[in-house]
């Protein structure tokens, strides 16, 4: 095999990566200090798909469109993030697993017939906004130009989560709360509040890489679901919580699938899956998680 | 121990009486009074990429019953039609096939969406002796493998269809030798790419099929299967990626320049194109199941006018199939003279039938339909605000069905008798 072969497959990958990471940074920092399994998130992320189509459609506007339909399709996704975490996970924070479970598994099915029920079932579809529109020769083989702003995205969000966490004072009570609640509360610091914004700053990731996707791909129904299986996936390997987890996690899905298809294309979806069963036997809790307390 | 066993085999002497109790009262039900609605059970996906098709399905159904009952019904009986959701399940599909049989009292059935979810309704209204008919669910096993009386088919089977398509990207690119396919990993992706490689060995003679992606149902990203694909340089590719997968696929494959490099056939029909507007690519191949472009004949474009009227909108293939569904159900029950199962079932086989796709039967050996199969090139066209077809090719389901021989075949290693 080739060596542009393997670095256009390599490339996919890569690009596939970046979008899973987008995704899944938001369910692994919720989880990191809300310490809730968020089934919905990949509920936000279609919603916000959808949310970006219709604002896209509304907006008419040649160039920007796109960018200011994504900006604000995820800030009424960090609006619904405080509804839901105000109404619903505020109370749940207490409880175990299984009812955290339930109640966000709810949330999908609730927004799922939103979906359903206000933009039907038609297949719906961004172009690809300009500059973006093209492909890029890398080594003499084709790259399209939006797989490179996914990329670029993805890594500023990582730039911007690492900075939030490590070099913040937000940070540092983000990560103290993950530590030890009371502590912190004992410090005086409101932790409803606190929670509030990291819920919100997660739905918000939420919407953005849904309004991303969007001219990517097809906006429909059952995006919701699919995501989130391979978020799962992503944040078990990676370690729950952890961010360099989450990115090491998207890097390996994204290329044992992409090269997967390659050689046996049959098994690329049970290869990811053969990788997470082996993860889970050696390190339970993840390649870069921390064994629960 | 012993209570718990008592009690066991109690509620299984039960079950088994109530259960025969429902079914004797669904047989008594059938002779009812000859004034009654005829009522139609229509059971559709509406889940997924299957939503939208089984939606168009019942506007095709509705505006058709319309039409009949406005003209006085069919025996002078006004229809009915209850629409029910297998919700994509296949648990649902067949409790909901049942609730409707049982206590709905259907007539007849319509659907389903998925080729998944009609062979497990089959079983079950086979069992209870009624008649159904698929308007968009197309595999080949409903009507081959697992044969059965009590089903009829109106849409190109996944053979046809694949055969059909098959010989048209073989008549658009004779010179090509070495093939890839690309196909949802599902009934339907792997019956139609079986199809493609029986035909494509015998229109090709040393043909290589070098690489076969099976894409899951609902896929979002095809990167990685489009590197791959280009990387074994093909001379051609066969899909049978729908809806939006299929959006998806060409809006990622296009910075490749993919459809500049490799000739491409794939379902392309109305609601794609629509979708994919200006990203639609020009000069790729398409095979559809008959909607107006594709069939631009009086009666189609008469019922074109109407869809508009209804719903605002074009009508795509499966409102079309449903339409003349519905209207096939009629000519049979006219000819039986009655809506007894077994006398309808036996007006349908081989009654000439002509419905918006122009004239075919119903085959009596498989109950399989000599429905056209469509196959075109993407273009613009002035008439309309979407890219459509040029270069429209419509073959006669005589010419690609399977023949009886092969059927026979077929059923002697699945163990159907007839």
Request: proline share 5%; aromatic share 14%; with cysteine.
């Amino acid at each position: 095999m080739s060596f542009d072969v393997l670095f256009s497959q390599f490339m996919s990958g890569i690009a596939r990566a970046a979008l899973l990471f987008l995704v899944a940074s938001g369910l692994s920092l919720t989880f990191g200090v809300l310490r809730v399994l968020n089934f919905a998130h990949g509920s936000l992320y279609m919603l916000g798909a959808f949310l970006s189509y219709s604002i896209w459609k509304f907006l008419l506007m040649p160039v920007l469109g796109f960018y200011l339909a994504a900006i604000i399709a995820a800030l009424i996704m960090g609006a619904v993030g405080i509804l839901i975490e105000y109404v619903l996970l505020r109370r749940l924070y207490a409880r175990g697993w299984p009812e955290q479970l339930l109640a966000t598994y709810a949330i999908v099915l609730i927004i799922m017939d939103l979906v359903k029920w206000a933009w039907g079932g038609e297949f719906l579809s961004i172009p690809r906004p300009k500059p973006f529109t093209g492909a890029v020769l890398l080594f003499g083989f084709p790259f399209p130009s939006y797989n490179f702003f996914v990329i670029l995205l993805g890594l500023g969000l990582l730039v911007f989560l690492w900075w939030l966490i490590y070099k913040t004072r937000f940070g540092d009570i983000i990560r103290a709360a993950a530590h030890d609640r009371e502590m912190v509360s004992a410090l005086g610091i409101p932790i409803p509040w606190l929670f509030t914004w990291i819920f919100v700053l997660g739905a918000f990731i939420a919407g953005l890489s849904g309004a991303v996707t969007a001219p990517f791909g097809s906006v429909a129904l059952g995006m919701d679901i699919e995501i989130i299986i391979e978020c799962f996936a992503v944040v078990v390997i990676g370690g729950m919580g952890s961010l360099p987890g989450t990115l090491l996690g998207s890097f390996i899905v994204g290329e044992v699938y992409a090269f997967g298809i390659m050689l046996k294309p049959e098994l690329a979806i049970a290869f990811i899956f053969m990788v997470m069963a082996v993860v889970l036997i050696i390190r339970p809790w993840g390649i870069f998680g921390r064994p629960e307390r | 121990m012993k209570k718990i066993a008592i009690l066991s085999v109690l509620v299984f002497v039960f079950s088994i009486v109530s259960v025969s109790m429902v079914m004797a009262q669904a047989k008594k039900a059938a002779p009812a009074s000859t004034k009654e609605p005829i009522k139609l059970g229509v059971i559709y996906d509406f889940v997924g990429g299957c939503h939208m098709y089984s939606e168009t399905g019942v506007k095709g159904i509705k505006i058709a019953l319309d039409e009949i009952n406005a003209k006085g019904g069919i025996l002078g009986r006004k229809l009915d039609f209850i629409v029910r959701d297998t919700e994509g399940k296949a648990d649902v599909a067949v409790r909901e096939t049942k609730d409707l049989i049982l206590r709905e009292k259907v007539h007849f059935l319509i659907g389903p969406c998925s080729s998944g979810m009609g062979l497990a309704m089959q079983v079950i209204h086979s069992e209870y002796k009624v008649l159904r008919i698929s308007a968009i669910a197309n595999t080949e096993a409903m009507t081959v493998d697992k044969f059965s009386p009590y089903f009829v088919q109106v849409v190109p089977n996944t053979y046809m269809e694949a055969i059909a398509a098959t010989r048209y990207l073989h008549k658009k690119v004779p010179t090509a030798k070495k093939f890839c396919t690309i196909a949802p990993d599902y009934e339907f992706g792997r019956r139609e790419e079986a199809a493609f490689e029986e035909e494509i060995k015998r229109l090709v003679p040393g043909v290589e099929i070098l690489y076969q992606a099976w894409p899951k149902l609902g896929e979002k990203d095809f990167t990685a299967f489009i590197t791959a694909i280009m990387a074994k340089k093909p001379d051609a590719v066969h899909s049978s990626l729908f809806g939006g997968d299929l959006v998806s696929f060409t809006k990622q494959a296009a910075p490749y320049g993919f459809f500049q490099s490799v000739p491409f056939i794939a379902l392309y029909d109305f609601p794609v194109l629509l979708a994919l507007g200006p990203d639609a690519p020009e000069g790729t191949f398409g095979f559809g199941r008959g909607c107006f472009f594709m069939d631009p004949n009086p009666k189609m474009m008469e019922f074109v006018e109407k869809f508009r009227k209804f719903t605002g909108t074009y009508p795509d293939a499966w409102a079309v199939q449903n339409y003349d569904a519905i209207y096939l159900l009629k000519a049979a029950i006219e000819k039986a003279k009655t809506i007894e199962t077994e006398a309808v079932i036996k007006a349908i086989e081989g009654m000439p039938f002509e419905g918006l796709r122009q004239k075919f039967t119903i085959r009596p050996l498989d109950h399989m339909g000599t429905v056209p199969c469509y196959q075109g090139t993407i273009a613009k066209d002035p008439n309309y605000p979407f890219k459509i077809w040029k270069d429209i090719t419509r073959v006669p389901g005589e010419q690609v069905i399977r023949p009886e021989a092969s059927v026979r075949e077929i059923w002697k290693k699945t163990g159907v008798t007839r």
